[in-house]
């Protein structure tokens, strides 16, 4: 699409927004930005889907998680106009309607989820890990979540999380 479009502010000077074409969750989605919105704000503001968190913005916390292209990528740092055209997949994307995939189950049965604000980025930084390596290691987790904090746990909790997922022997625990 990538449609330049001129309008006139308040105060009377002219601001360049952006028509773009974005595929989000599968869907395709036709929002008009200027081109320093980010693609958190895009996401969560003119989209509607709130499930990917504003933590840092300043790429440092990982909440803002997103996957474009298969890659995990932090939303709050990356331009909504440099993602046109691409596949973009939030963590709304992972659940089929009320029902949790595996990888959210796993959260949930080994206490990963904690106070939940950083849930989201590390669940699509692992999905983005157990897409490419289906039986990761726990130095293999410990690698894929490097840009992703938790402030509320000493992270093994999330690293069984997504050793249950890929199905490696770690059962739930009991909480």
């Given at each position: 699409?990538?449609?330049?479009?001129?309008?006139?502010?308040?105060?009377?000077?002219?601001?360049?927004?952006?028509?773009?074409?974005?595929?989000?969750?599968?869907?395709?989605?036709?929002?008009?930005?200027?081109?320093?919105?980010?693609?958190?704000?895009?996401?969560?503001?003119?989209?509607?889907?709130?499930?990917?968190?504003?933590?840092?913005?300043?790429?440092?916390?990982?909440?803002?998680?997103?996957?474009?292209?298969?890659?995990?990528?932090l939303s709050c740092?990356?331009?909504?106009?440099?993602?046109?055209?691409?596949?973009?997949?939030?963590?709304?994307?992972?659940?089929?309607?009320?029902?949790?995939?595996?990888?959210?189950?796993?959260?949930?049965?080994?206490?990963?989820?904690?106070?939940?604000?950083?849930?989201?980025?590390?669940?699509?930084?692992?999905?983005?890990?157990?897409?490419?390596?289906?039986?990761?290691?726990?130095?293999?987790?410990?690698?894929?979540?490097?840009?992703?904090?938790?402030?509320?746990?000493?992270?093994?909790?999330?690293?069984?999380?997504?050793?249950?997922?890929?199905?490696?022997?770690?059962?739930?625990?009991?909480?």
């Amino acid at each position: 699409m990538d449609q330049i479009t001129d309008r006139t502010t308040v105060n009377g000077k002219k601001s360049r927004s952006r028509v773009l074409e974005m595929s989000i969750n599968g869907e395709t989605h036709e929002i008009t930005v200027k081109p320093r919105v980010m693609l958190l704000e895009a996401i969560r503001d003119k989209i509607g889907l709130t499930g990917t968190k504003d933590g840092c913005e300043s790429g440092t916390c990982g909440a803002c998680t997103v996957l474009v292209d298969g890659q995990p990528t932090l939303s709050c740092i990356s331009l909504a106009v440099e993602n046109e055209g691409k596949d973009i997949r939030t963590v709304e994307d992972l659940a089929d309607g009320d029902n949790l995939n595996f990888l959210q189950e796993a959260f949930l049965d080994q206490g990963g989820t904690q106070c939940g604000f950083c849930t989201p980025g590390m669940l699509m930084s692992a999905t983005a890990l157990l897409e490419k390596n289906p039986k990761p290691t726990r130095d293999d987790i410990n690698k894929a979540l490097e840009g992703n904090l938790c402030r509320c746990t000493g992270y093994n909790s999330i690293v069984d999380s997504i050793l249950q997922a890929s199905d490696q022997g770690v059962k739930p625990r009991l909480l």
